[in-house]
């Protein structure tokens, strides 16, 4: 059963272009949640998304930001015209259902330049 | 307003010894916590989690002690080996919150040779 998996692992943007991180749940897990680490701080909740809904979108910051998780394939995560404060690492876990145990992936590395 | 933290910043501790790592959080509406292990690079890996209506819950060389009363989680790790050595945070999930969790800012446990 394989894990959570990110991907890209590294991104490098320039200022203003668009970055797309994805996440693929473990199998049978229908919850994602998005979260931002910056360096030697702890992860911020971003989103929590279920399939084709948004649940709670409370920690996106209003412009630019974006998640979807459709019907088939992977949750996306979007970042408009990014900016040098948007670096960090982007993690995304998964739930069979909610308040149980989440299980991360290895994160997406952004960095802008 | 609502935090998770960590009372200090760094644990060092001699190979074989426990280590016992201490959390404290202020949301009293909180019924969910997990303890989670990130080593360099990598995402946050599930380690323990205790619900609110325990006080304690056991693990392979794990112990979570949760007192409500103080608002108070710990982490015990028996016979600390140097794999041990990594970021613990630990993660509150509000009742209501939809899953989301709320992270302490980590700290870093070092395990001397």
């Known amino acids: 059963n394989a894990g959570v998996m990110q991907n890209p692992r590294h991104l490098v943007r320039r200022r203003g272009q668009e970055a797309r991180l994805r996440c693929s749940p473990m199998?049978?897990?229908?919850?994602v949640y998005w979260y931002r680490q910056l360096p030697e701080e702890g992860l911020k909740f971003m989103v929590y998304?279920?399939?084709?809904?948004?649940?709670?979108e409370s920690g996106m910051p209003k412009e630019r930001f974006s998640a979807e998780f459709p019907k088939e394939g992977p949750s996306i995560l979007r970042i408009q015209q990014v900016v040098r404060g948007d670096s960090a690492a982007y993690f995304c876990?998964?739930?069979?259902?909610?308040?149980?145990?989440?299980?991360f992936g290895q994160g997406t590395r952004l960095t802008v330049v | 307003g609502e935090s998770v933290g960590l009372h200090l910043p760094t644990l060092s501790v001699q190979e074989g010894d426990n280590s016992i790592i201490n959390c404290a959080y202020s949301?009293?509406?909180?019924?969910?916590f997990i303890w989670y292990k990130q080593e360099s690079g990598k995402g946050p890996q599930f380690i323990i989690d205790?619900?609110?209506?325990?006080d304690k819950r056991q693990g392979q060389r794990v112990t979570v002690l949760l007192n409500k009363t103080v608002k108070h989680l710990s982490l015990q790790i028996a016979a600390t080996q140097p794999g041990d050595s990594a970021v613990y945070f630990c993660?509150?999930?509000?009742?209501?919150?939809?899953?989301?969790?709320?992270f302490g800012k980590g700290i870093t446990l070092s395990v001397r040779p």
């Open positions: 876990a998964s739930s069979p259902r909610m308040n149980t145990e989440a299980f």
């Open positions: 199998k049978g897990h229908s919850h």
């Open positions: 998304l279920q399939k084709e809904n948004i649940i709670d």
């Open positions: 949301n009293s509406a909180s019924d969910y």
């Open positions: 205790i619900r609110s209506n325990m």
């Open positions: 993660a509150e999930n509000p009742t209501g919150a939809n899953s989301k969790l709320t």
